[in-house]
C-alpha cells in the first residue's frame, strides 16, 4: 500500500519481491551482528506514528491535526531537529478503533516509529493505547477528551494533552452558573452514541445534580445521523429549559443549523465544540456557551505568532486541533531534547517528573504523574452578533481557573476517576 509522508507529495512505494528479499537478507545480516531490526535501513530520522480520522464524521478536524503537526516538524527541522536527527512524521488516517489499532501496530513494526501520536475520537485513542502499552511505546493522545482514558482505561505509556470532559462540563457549568442557566432549570440533552458521548452525559449529569439542574430527557444519537428532526420534534414536545449538546463533529454543526431552522424558543448550550464545526455552522446558527480548550484570538504573544505563521502559510486561522498537535511534537521534542533520548521509559520519568511546557498560553502546562493528564487553562466561550467574520464567531470568556486559583481545580480527582498505573 503507498503511503504518502506530509510536506510531501511522492508516494513511498511498497518494495518489489526482490527488493524485499534484499532488505530481508540485510535484516537477517544485522541481527547477527547483534544489531536491532528497528534499524530500518540505519534511517537516521526520529519517526512519529500519527493518527487522526480524516473521513467520517471527526475528518474535517483531523486536516487541521495534520496541518498543525506538520507545521511544528518543519519548524523543528529548520532549527536543527532534535539530538541532530531529523523529525519524520508519517499520518494516517485511522478511520476506526480497529483499523487505528492495526495501523499503530505497523507503523511501531514496519515504520519504526519510536513514539505514537494523535487521535480525536476517544474509541480509537483507546484502541491506539493498547497498542502502546502492549508495545510499550509513549502514545501521545493529543485530542481524545473522554474521562475514561484517564481514569479506568489509563495506563502508563500513555498521556493526554487535550482537556478531558469534566473539565470542558466544569468550564461551560461556571459561566452557566454566573447566569442562572442551572438551579431549578431542565436540561434535555442530545449525546453521541459511543464511549465519548456516554462519558459527557455523566459528567454533565453530575453538575446538574450538584447544582440544582434537572436532566428531564436525554437521546443516544449514533455518529451516523445527520438528520436531527426526530430529535427536534421531541424537544419542541417537552419544551425544555435550556437544551445541551453532547456531540462531536460535523453532528454538532448539523445539530446547530438544524435547530436554528426550527426556530426553537430554548437556548442551546454545548459542553463539547471544535472551532471548525462552528466555522461550519455559519453567523447566525450558533448560539449558546461552549468551552474551548484554545481560540485563535487568544491574546498571548507567542499564540499570536502561531496563528501569523499558520495563517500565511494556509490561508486561514488554525483550528483548535491544529494548535493541539503543533503544540504536542513540541512538547514531545522538548521531552527527547532534554533526556537525550527517544526511549519510552526515559521519556515517561521525564513527563511524570513535573517538567514544563510552553503551550502559547497565559500558564505553561504540565503532566500529572498520577492519570498522565497535561494540566492547562480552558474557556467558556459565548457566539458574537450576526454578521460576525466567518473566522471569528466567538467572543472568549475569562479563563478557566482564574489565574490565581491551581489549574487542577476543574480536573477530575483520584477519587472522581481513579487511575491505577
Request: charged residues 20%.
Amino acid at each position: 500500500m503507498d503511503r504518502i509522508s506530509p510536506g510531501s507529495r511522492t508516494p513511498i512505494l511498497a518494495p518489489t519481491r526482490r527488493t524485499a528479499l534484499k532488505i530481508g537478507g540485510g535484516l537477517a545480516a544485522g541481527a547477527v551482528l547483534g544489531f536491532p531490526a528497528i534499524v530500518r535501513a540505519q534511517s537516521d530520522a526520529i519517526r512519529i506514528g500519527h493518527l487522526t480520522p480524516r473521513t467520517g464524521f471527526l475528518g474535517a478536524l483531523g486536516d487541521y491535526a495534520v496541518l498543525g503537526i506538520q507545521m511544528a516538524a518543519e519548524e523543528i527541522n529548520a532549527a536543527g531537529g532534535v539530538l541532530g536527527r531529523r523529525i519524520e512524521v508519517i499520518s494516517e488516517d485511522s478511520i476506526n478503533p480497529d483499523t487505528a489499532a492495526t495501523k499503530a501496530q505497523r507503523m511501531l513494526d514496519r515504520d519504526g516509529a519510536q513514539v505514537l501520536m494523535g487521535e480525536i475520537s476517544s474509541a480509537s485513542a483507546l484502541a491506539i493505547s493498547q497498542t502502546a502499552a502492549r508495545n510499550k511505546r509513549v502514545f501521545l493522545s493529543t485530542g481524545a477528551r473522554s474521562d475514561t482514558l484517564r481514569g479506568r482505561s489509563c495506563n502508563r505509556y500513555m498521556f493526554s494533552i487535550d482537556i478531558p470532559n469534566t473539565m470542558m462540563v466544569n468550564a461551560v457549568g461556571s459561566a452557566l452558573l454566573r447566569d442562572g442557566m442551572v438551579k431549578g432549570k431542565g436540561f434535555y440533552t442530545l449525546t453521541a452514541d459511543y464511549v465519548f458521548g456516554h462519558d459527557l452525559r455523566r459528567a454533565a449529569k453530575t453538575f446538574f445534580d450538584r447544582n440544582g439542574g434537572m436532566l428531564i430527557g436525554d437521546e443516544l444519537v449514533a455518529t451516523d445521523v445527520t438528520d436531527f428532526s426526530p430529535y427536534l420534534l421531541k424537544i419542541r414536545q417537552v419544551r425544555p429549559d435550556i437544551v445541551c449538546s453532547n456531540l462531536a463533529g460535523n453532528q454538532v454543526t448539523n445539530l446547530i443549523k438544524q435547530y436554528a431552522e426550527y426556530g426553537l424558543k430554548a437556548p442551546i448550550v454545548g459542553f463539547n465544540l471544535n472551532t471548525a464545526d462552528a466555522w461550519a455552522a455559519g453567523s447566525g446558527n450558533l448560539s449558546g456557551i461552549w468551552p474551548t480548550v484554545w481560540y485563535h484570538t487568544l491574546d498571548v504573544p507567542a499564540s499570536k505568532a502561531f496563528v501569523a505563521t499558520f495563517t500565511k502559510k494556509h490561508g486561514k486561522p488554525p483550528e483548535n486541533h491544529a494548535w493541539i498537535e503543533y503544540i504536542s511534537l513540541k512538547i514531545l521534542a522538548q521531552a527527547m531534547a532534554e533526556t537525550k533520548s527517544t526511549d519510552s521509559e526515559a521519556l515517561i520519568a521525564y513527563f511524570e517528573k513535573g517538567a514544563e511546557f510552553d503551550i502559547l498560553k497565559a500558564r505553561k502546562a504540565r503532566f500529572r504523574d498520577w492519570d498522565h493528564q497535561l494540566i492547562q487553562e480552558a474557556y467558556p466561550f459565548s457566539v458574537k452578533a450576526k454578521g460576525a467574520d466567518k473566522w471569528d464567531l466567538m467572543e472568549l470568556g475569562t479563563v478557566v481557573p482564574a489565574p490565581d486559583v491551581a489549574m487542577e481545580t476543574l480536573y477530575p480527582t483520584r477519587e472522581q476517576n481513579p487511575c491505577s498505573l
